[in-house]
C-alpha cells in the first residue's frame, strides 16, 4: 500500500468573505455590528445617518480608533477568535459586514493617541467578490485631523454606499433600531453614558434625529442568583419585577456573555433554547414579569450575535436558570400573575382621590380648577343639551366620591356601574379614576368638570406627570423612575399620588398668558418630587 499524498486546499478568498459577510443579512443587523466595534473601542459617541435619497449609510465613532496594524491583523484573520486585548470587534467579520448591503464602503480611522493619522481603506464589493486572493486599497488623508469639538470629531467612520436594492434604507426603522440597540448595548451605555444618535433623510429630503436612550430598571430589584456548572462556568441572574403599567408587566429580559458587552433578546434566547429550556420556564421568562440581565461565563454567540452556539454550555445554562426558577422565579411569577396591573392602579388611585379631591377645593385652587371646561357623565346623569355632548370616551373609568369645589355625587363609586344614580345634580363634579372596571362615560362641555386621575406608561420616561387642564386630567407616568421606586409599598403610591397632585395644580397657578409654565419652575417642581420620594422611602426612619 503506498504512501498517502497531501491534497493543498485553496479558497477563493472573495467567496469566502462575501459568505462571511452575509451573516449580516440586513442593514439594521450591520449598523448593529458597526454600533458594537464602536463600543469595543471605547467610543462615548456614535452617530447614525441613513440618507434615502442617497441610498448611504454612515456611522461615526470617537473610540480608540484603528491602527494599520491592528486593521491588517483584523483582515488577517478574519472569522478567528482573538484575545480581547487585541480584538476589534469579537468575531473579525464585523469589520467586513457592510459587504453585505452595499456596492461600496469606505474604512476610515484614526488609532488615538495620534490627531492626523487617517487612513482610509476602500472596500468595492464587486472586485472582492470576484478576486481568488483579496487585498484592499488603502491611502493615506492628510487633510482630516481630529478635534473632539469640530467637525472630524470622530476617531472611525464607515461609509456604505450603493446600498443593494433588497436592502434599501426604506427597511430601516428608527424607532425599531433605537430599541434594538438600547436592549443590546444598554449596560455598556449606561455605565459610560455612551451617546448614540440616529438620523434619517427621508424620500422628500426631511431629517429626522432620534437619540437612543437606555434608561434604568425601574422595577422592583429581586436578590442576585449565582449558579455554575463546569459546562457553563458562572452565571449571574440579575433580574427585576417589572413595573406595572397600563396593559400588564411589559419587562424584557437581555441575555449575554460576561465577556462582551453584545446582548441577544428574551425572544432570540428562547428561540435557541427552545429544545433545552423547560417551557414553564421559558413561558415566565418571556411573560413581561421579569427584566434585567442573565450573563453566563462560557456560552458562545453566534458570529452573527442574534443566539447562543447550541452545545453544553447553553444545555447547562439553561439547567442554572431552571434551578433560579424553582427557587426564586416561580414564587415571583406567580404572585406578579395574580396582581392586575390595571385594576391595582385604579384602585390606588380610588384610595387617593378623597384627598386630591379635597386639596383641588382648597381656595387656592379655585383658579385652577375654573379651567376645567371639559367634563363626563354617567348613565344617571341629568340631560345634557346636545350640543353639549363631545363623544364617549375610549376608556373604563369610575366616579370617585366627591367632586372638588363642587356638588358632591351621594352614591358609592364602587356601586356606580351596577345600580347608578337615578340622578345626578347638573353642578355634580366627580372625580374619575381610569381603569379596568367602570364604564365609559359621556365627555360634555361645561358641566360635571372634576379631577380625572390616570396612569399612562409615556414614551418620554423623563416626564413624572401631566396635567391637561382644559379636561382637568392628572396623568401619571408609569415609566418614571420615581414612580417605579414607589411601587415597594401602596402606602409610597398613594403618597406618591398626593404629593404628585399637589405640585401638579401649584404649577397651575403659574402658567403664563401664553399657557406656558417657565421651564427652569418646572424642573424645580421634578426635583423637588424626587426628594419628596425620598422622604417617602426613609420617613420610617423619623418615626424611629
Avoid at 67 to 78: G, N, P
Avoid at 231 to 237: A, P, Q, R, S, Y
Avoid at 427 to 449: D, I, L, W
Avoid at 460 to 486: A, V
Wanted: glycine share 8%; hydrophobic share 35%.
Amino acid at each position: 500500500m503506498s504512501e498517502p499524498t497531501q491534497v493543498k486546499v485553496k479558497i477563493h478568498q472573495g467567496h469566502a468573505l462575501m459568505t462571511l459577510a452575509r451573516h449580516y443579512y440586513s442593514i439594521p443587523a450591520v449598523i448593529m455590528e458597526i454600533v458594537q466595534n464602536a463600543i469595543d473601542a471605547g467610543a462615548t459617541k456614535i452617530a447614525v445617518e441613513i440618507d434615502k435619497p442617497k441610498n448611504m449609510l454612515v456611522v461615526c465613532d470617537n473610540g480608540s480608533g484603528a491602527s494599520r496594524e491592528k486593521v491588517t491583523q483584523a483582515l488577517q484573520s478574519v472569522a478567528a477568535t482573538m484575545k480581547s486585548k487585541d480584538k476589534y470587534g469579537q468575531f473579525g467579520i464585523g469589520l467586513i459586514s457592510p459587504l453585505a448591503v452595499s456596492g461600496k464602503f469606505l474604512f476610515t480611522s484614526c488609532p488615538t493617541p495620534r490627531y492626523n493619522d487617517y487612513v482610509e481603506y476602500v472596500f468595492v464589493t464587486k472586485d472582492i467578490a470576484e478576486a481568488p486572493e483579496v487585498s484592499i486599497p488603502q491611502r493615506s488623508v492628510p487633510n482630516f485631523q481630529f478635534d473632539p469639538q469640530g467637525k472630524t470629531w470622530w476617531r472611525t467612520r464607515v461609509e456604505a454606499t450603493k446600498l443593494t436594492q433588497e436592502r434599501r434604507p426604506s427597511t430601516v426603522i428608527p424607532k425599531e433600531l433605537v430599541a434594538a440597540i438600547a436592549l443590546k448595548y444598554g449596560e455598556a451605555i449606561r455605565a459610560r453614558s455612551i451617546q448614540i444618535s440616529i438620523e434619517m433623510t427621508d424620500d422628500t429630503g426631511i431629517k429626522t434625529s432620534t437619540q437612543v436612550e437606555a434608561p434604568q430598571y425601574t422595577g422592583i430589584k429581586l436578590a442576585t442568583f449565582t449558579g455554575s456548572q463546569v459546562e457553563c462556568g458562572d452565571v449571574k441572574i440579575g433580574l427585576y419585577l417589572a413595573r406595572l403599567q397600563k396593559g400588564g408587566r411589559k419587562g424584557s429580559i437581555a441575555f449575554g456573555t460576561m465577556d462582551n458587552p453584545s446582548r441577544i433578546s428574551g425572544e432570540q434566547f428562547a428561540k435557541c433554547a427552545k429544545e433545552l429550556l423547560d417551557p414553564q420556564v421559558a413561558k415566565a421568562l418571556m411573560s413581561g414579569v421579569f427584566e434585567g440581565c442573565i450573563t453566563c461565563k462560557k456560552v458562545s454567540l453566534h458570529p452573527d450575535r442574534t443566539k447562543f452556539e447550541d452545545n453544553d454550555a447553553l444545555f447547562a445554562l439553561c439547567e442554572v436558570i431552571e434551578g433560579w426558577y424553582k427557587k426564586v422565579g416561580k414564587k415571583t411569577y406567580e404572585e406578579a400573575g395574580e396582581q392586575a396591573q390595571d385594576q391595582y392602579f385604579q384602585d390606588v388611585g380610588r384610595s387617593v382621590m378623597s384627598f386630591i379631591d379635597m386639596l383641588a377645593a382648597q381656595p387656592q385652587f379655585a383658579e385652577v380648577m375654573s379651567k376645567i371646561k371639559i367634563g363626563t357623565i354617567g348613565s344617571g346623569h341629568v340631560r345634557v343639551p346636545k350640543k353639549a355632548v363631545i363623544g364617549t370616551e375610549d376608556a373604563t373609568s369610575l366616579s370617585a366620591d366627591g367632586g372638588a369645589g363642587g356638588t358632591r355625587s351621594h352614591h358609592n363609586d364602587s356601586d356606580e356601574d351596577r345600580n347608578p344614580p337615578k340622578s345626578e345634580l347638573k353642578s355634580h363634579v366627580p372625580a374619575t379614576v381610569y381603569g379596568p372596571k367602570g364604564k365609559r362615560r359621556t365627555e360634555v362641555r361645561g358641566n360635571s368638570t372634576g379631577i380625572r386621575l390616570e396612569h399612562v406608561d409615556m414614551e418620554d420616561f423623563r416626564i413624572p406627570f401631566e396635567f391637561t387642564r382644559e379636561s382637568g386630567t392628572l396623568s401619571i407616568n408609569t415609566n418614571h423612575t420615581l414612580f417605579g421606586r414607589c411601587q415597594k409599598e401602596k402606602a409610597f403610591l398613594q403618597q406618591y399620588h398626593g404629593i404628585v397632585a399637589t405640585i401638579a395644580f401649584s404649577l397651575e397657578m403659574h402658567r403664563n398668558k401664553d399657557g406656558s409654565i417657565n421651564p427652569e419652575l418646572v424642573n424645580f417642581a421634578h426635583e423637588s418630587l424626587e426628594n419628596q420620594v425620598f422622604g417617602i422611602e426613609n420617613g420610617k426612619s423619623l418615626i424611629g
